[in-house]
Nanobody, 122 residues
Framework: QLQLVESGGGLVQAGDSLRLSCAAS????????MAWFRQAPGKGRKFVAA????????NYEDSVKGRFTISRDNAENTVFLRMDALKPEDTAVYYC???????????????WGQGTQVTVSS
């Protein structure tokens, strides 16, 4: 089992920045690809960004490209999501997930955190 705990969410204004963290424990973190998904009120969970086990490969959903950056620190068992130029439409609960491929398909991730709320006011 891999336990994931997100932190860093909050209420910010449009144009502000936030950095989300996801701390992992229980298994070898560096074995897993990691991803961030988000779920807005009344909508399904959607892919945001993913990073492979080494950090060398990343991919992003189109609407966050150039604004969000995913990174990881395998020594600290943590994955990050730096979010810049936030928009009201980025408001959602953000979840981190662990799997064996840095894919945008949520069904391929085996472990999930409990989520952290990000609210962006206009």
């Amino acid at each position: 089992q891999l336990q994931l705990v997100e932190s860093g969410g909050g209420l910010v204004q449009a144009g502000d920045s936030l950095r989300l963290s996801c701390a992992a424990s229980g298994q070898t973190f560096s074995s897993y690809a990691m991803a961030w998904f988000r779920q807005a009120p009344g909508k399904g969970r959607k892919f945001v960004a993913a990073i492979n086990w080494s950090g060398e490969t990343t991919n992003y959903e189109d609407s966050v490209k150039g604004r969000f950056t995913i990174s990881r620190d395998n020594a600290e068992n943590t994955v990050f999501l730096r979010m810049d130029a936030l928009k009201p439409e980025d408001t959602a609960v953000y979840y981190c997930a662990a799997g064996f491929a840095a894919t945008d398909a949520s069904r391929l991730y085996d472990y999930w955190g409990q989520g952290t709320q990000v609210t962006v006011s206009s």
